[in-house]
């Protein structure tokens, strides 16, 4: 039985969503990704080319957990405001990870805000993701515009505010795949 108090709007209760997928797929090259396991894993199967993909909820309140195996490679995990299509940035190597309005970690380099990196927090990041085979779970708190990330096999966290002046609600679950081979499953 649930029960509502009205004199609160903030949700404690985390959804952990079991039925996220990839719906829209950004790249270059519709050759490029193959999406496998009833549209739950993606491969980046052309090396040299830049993507994106965006799961099928759009989050624009309660807390919601999504659980995610980084096989291979180096992809940004995080959200975007659904609204907001990304755009590929042709002085980063076609990349759409540092187009406005996404949020999250890049495996390897670290946070990003706004499509930016944040140098100040990339030494602790870096140690943090360099591992493949491992499970991350994202959190999206649209009440509080929080986006935490957990690595399931360390128990490593961060967490950061997402500014909604850049990345409004609704979100939607962001991977971004770079250039080199990477296979992501959502599990």
Partial sequence: MTFSTPS????TIENI????????????????????????????????????AL?????????????????????????RSRNIPPIP?????????????TYGWQKDYGRLLNGRIDGYEL???LNNMKRDSHVYTITLNCDEHRLSILNEDTKEQDEMEVDVAH?????????????????????
């Fill in 123 to 125: 030494k602790q990041i």
């Fill in 8 to 11: 609160s709007t903030k949700s």
């Fill in 89 to 101: 940035d042709k002085y980063c190597w076609g990349s759409y990870s540092v187009s406005p309005s």
């Fill in 167 to 187: 990345a409004p609600l609704p979100w939607c679950l962001y991977v971004g795949l770079h250039r080199h081979l990477t296979r992501i499953s959502l599990i």
């Fill in 17 to 52: 969503v079991n039925d996220e997928k990839f719906a829209q797929i950004y790249i270059p090259d519709e050759n490029a990704v193959q999406l496998l396991d009833n549209e739950r894993t993606i491969m980046n199967v052309k090396h040299g080319l830049s993507g994106c």
């Fill in 55 to 79: 799961g099928i909820h759009s989050y624009s309140s309660g807390i919601h957990s999504v659980r995610i195996r980084v096989d291979i490679g180096n992809p940004v995990l995080g959200i």
